[in-house]
C-alpha cells in the first residue's frame, strides 16, 4: 500500500497563488504516475493534472500555463505550484498515486479563491 499526505491549502484571493505537497510512503514502486485532482461543490472529481516516473507531465486544459506539477523523487514528494488562481479554481484536492498494482487516493486539502 502507498500512503499520501497532503498538506498547503488553504485561503488565497484571485490572481493569487498556492503550492500543495504529496508526500507518498509505502511500497513505491519505480513506475508510477502521481498527480491531483479537485472536486469542486456539486461537481465531479477532474484531473488537474499528473506526472509520470519517467517525467512526463499532464494538465488539465483549465490549469495549463498557471499550474506546474514537479516532483523530488528522494523525498517522495510531488508539488503543485497554483499560480494566477481564480475562483473557479476553488476546490478540494487530492493526490493520487497509481501503478500496475496500486491506485491510491490522499485525504484531500481544502483550497479556496475568494475576495
Known amino acids: 500500500q502507498v500512503q499520501l499526505v497532503e498538506s498547503g491549502g488553504g485561503l488565497v484571493q484571485p490572481g493569487g497563488s498556492l503550492r500543495l505537497s504529496c508526500a507518498a510512503s509505502?511500497?513505491?514502486?519505480?513506475?508510477?504516475?502521481m498527480g491531483w485532482h479537485r472536486q469542486a461543490p456539486g461537481k465531479q472529481r477532474e484531473l488537474v493534472a499528473t506526472?509520470?516516473?519517467?517525467?512526463?507531465?499532464n494538465y488539465a486544459d483549465s490549469v495549463k500555463g498557471r499550474f506546474t506539477i514537479s516532483r523530488d523523487e528522494l523525498k517522495s514528494t510531488v508539488y503543485l505550484q497554483m499560480n494566477s488562481l481564480k475562483t473557479d479554481d476553488t476546490a478540494v484536492y487530492y493526490c493520487?498515486?497509481?501503478?500496475?498494482?496500486?491506485?491510491?487516493w490522499g485525504q484531500g486539502t481544502q483550497v479556496t479563491v475568494s475576495s
Open positions: 493520487n498515486y497509481r501503478n500496475s498494482l496500486v491506485d491510491s
Open positions: 509505502g511500497s513505491i514502486f519505480s513506475i508510477y504516475s
Open positions: 506526472i509520470t516516473s519517467g517525467g512526463k507531465r
